[in-house]
Every structure is written in C-alpha cells, then in structure tokens.
C-alpha cells in the first residue's frame, strides 16, 4: 500500500495582476501559506508520494525567494518521496530552474524522456513539458504497466480533449495497465474519474487566484494499492473567489442595494458582484460607491452594473416631461445625476 498526496497548478510568483497591488502581495504570501498547510498534511498523513503534477512556477523565470521557500519546504519532508511533472508555464527549457539546481534529495524532477522510479511498493512514471506546447501526447501509445506494484503516472496536459497541451486518450489510459493517473492543468479538481479500469484525476488548484479559479479549492490525498484506490478531495484554501449575481430589480435606494449586497458576503473572501435586472431610470447607481462601502465586509470587492433602465413609471407632470426631454441626450454621469437630483426636486423628495 501507497500514501500519496497530489496537488499542482500552484503558479507560484503568479503577478495576481487583476487585484490592487496591496491585496495582490497578501494573496501571493497566501498561496505560500497554503502549501505550507499542504506540506504539515504530506508530514501528518505520513505520504510516501508527494505528486506535482505541473505549472508549479507561473513562468520560467521563479524568485530566489520561492526556490529557497520550495527547498526549505521539501527538506521538512525528507521521509517522502517528492515528484514533479513540468508543465506549460514551467516546462524545462534550457536555463530552466528544474534543469540548473538542485531541489533536495527526495526530491525527482521528472525530464523531457519518459521514465519511472520504484518508491517501495509504487512505481512512479512521468515526463515533463520541453516546451510551451506538447501537440502529441507525452504518453508514448506503447506503454503498458506491468508486475505486482501500483503504477502511478504524473503528468500535465489535457485528458480526453484535441488540445496543444499534451492530448491523452481515455482509450490510450486505459490499456496502460496503471493504478492511478495524477494530472495537472485543469484549474478544478476533478473528481476520481474512471478510464476503463484505470484511475485519474485533476487536484486542481490548492489557492484560487481569480474569477476563473472559484469556490473550495484543496488536493488529493489517500492510499493506493493495485485494483484499491482510496482518494479524497481535502480543502486547502484560505480564501475563495466568489462571483454573484445580484437582483435589484424591486430596489429603488443605494442603501437597499448596500443591504442586499451585504447580506451575501463572507468576510474571508473574494468577490465579483453583477447587479442585474430593471431598475427605473432614475435610480443612479455608482459602483465605485457600493464598492468603497462595501469594502470592510470582505477582502476584495469588485462591482459590475449590468441593470438595465425601464422608463419612468410614474406619471409625470408637465414640468417633469419638460425636464427630462432636457437631459435625455445627456448620458454621462453628471447627467444622470442631474436628471436624479432635478426629479427628485420637482417632486418635493428634496
Ligand atoms: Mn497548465
């Protein structure tokens, strides 16, 4: 019996570039924490197999400071056998970090040849990305696993799918005679999925860095053994990245819309807001102002006005009627609130 742990897509010195520059640098510490947090679960469960499966670096060129962070983390678990599968973002060019220094003993950096190391009852196999793009599958179609222990493969790329990044049948998995698939490149974990009789899956990412990246993300863990498969999805981020779509449809005040808003946040986390429905035409809402308002009730927040305007309901009153044929070629933001302002006026709620 094997105890793994499969995690990848970390993109490590990722620039979080859609964030302010200050919640940037707090998230980037972030994702640092969370593979630490990974590293104590990899000690704890005492894993013989630490899996990366790719894109451990957003791009070839890494900090001093994550290498030496990377080197201090793998050395506190030298009981463990550490693999990693270069991916797209990180793949082994020729100044690559993986080709020019020395990650720790336990630790094997699988290179551009297929090939396997045996870890106790476990043989490992892999290969890593030579470059941007793998237009043929990395899995050579001949490869079968044999004997008495679990085959493991770790790979980056696309299972199931025409791709650029290292297409991989259903079929060809299949027939290779493994245990369990560790894949990396899709940004979700996966769920166990089955090719034939044949084991795989995605760990997704352990820290969600943008919209795209949402909810509960965490890693792979549990034991491995010939025709036993016993893994699980464990939670790992600190935070998550949450998009809602907000109604304000029967909403006429800022303070309305502040309130409903408020009730969905959860302080820890990320969010994107999109206002939408009808709303008449003149209610003015300020995004800028709902997100300053709104900025103590999570870490980040980012509102989109996707409303659209219904005419006025209310009857108006001759002066109003003129009023408003005034305004109407103006569509600016002072125009829209003078249009506000001015009914607001006429009719005495001013
Ligand atoms: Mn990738």
């Known amino acids: 019996m094997t105890r793994i742990v499969h ?41 013989d197999i630490l899996l990366i499966s790719g894109d451990m670096f957003d791009s070839r060129f890494v900090t001093a400071e994550t290498f030496s962070f990377l080197r201090e983390g793998f050395a506190k ?39 396997s190391v045996e870890v106790g009852d476990a043989v490992v196999y892999g290969r890593g990305f030579g470059r941007r793009f793998a237009k043929e599958s990395l899995l050579p179609s001949s490869f079968r696993h044999t004997g008495e222990k679990a085959g493991i493969l770790l790979m980056h790329g696309d299972v199931g799918t025409e791709s650029d990044y290292n297409p991989v049948s259903e079929t060809l998995l299949s027939q290779t005679g493994l ?41 792979i863990q549990g034991e491995i053994s010939p025709g036993n498969v016993n893994l699980s999805f464990v939670p790992s ?19 309305s819309v502040l309130t409903k808003i408020r009730t969905m946040l959860e302080k820890d986390n990320l969010y994107k807001i999109i206002l939408c429905g009808n709303i008449s035409n003149v209610f003015f809402i300020d995004t800028d102002i709902l997100q300053k308002e709104l900025a103590d009730a999570c870490l980040y927040i980012k509102v989109k006005d996707n409303t659209r305007k219904t005419a006025i309901i209310e009857e108006e009153s001759f002066l109003e009627k003129r009023f408003t044929d005034r305004l109407s070629g103006r569509n600016d933001a002072v125009g829209r609130m003078a249009l506000q302002f001015g009914l607001e006026a006429l009719r005495g709620q001013r």
């Open 7 to 47: 995690t990848g897509d970390m993109h490590f010195d990722s620039p979080f570039a859609a964030l302010p520059a200050s919640v940037a640098r707090l998230r980037r510490e972030e994702l640092r924490g969370t593979f630490l947090r990974i590293l104590d679960s990899v000690k704890s469960y005492r894993a």
């Open 77 to 115: 678990i030298s009981d463990t056998a550490v693999f990693v599968a270069p991916g797209n973002h990180d793949f082994l060019s020729e100044n690559s970090l993986y080709k020019t220094v020395d990650f720790g003993r336990n630790v094997h950096i699988f290179g551009e040849d297929f090939e």
């Open 179 to 219: 245990t369990y698939a560790a894949f990396g490149h899709i940004h979700s974990y996966s769920g166990i999925r089955n090719a034939g009789e044949v084991k795989y899956a995605y760990c997704g990412i352990p820290e969600g860095r943008h919209f795209d990246e949402e909810g509960i993300c965490g890693f």
């Open 237 to 255: 981020c600190k935070r998550q990245n949450i998009t809602l779509e907000v109604d304000v449809s029967s909403l006429s005040s800022v303070e």
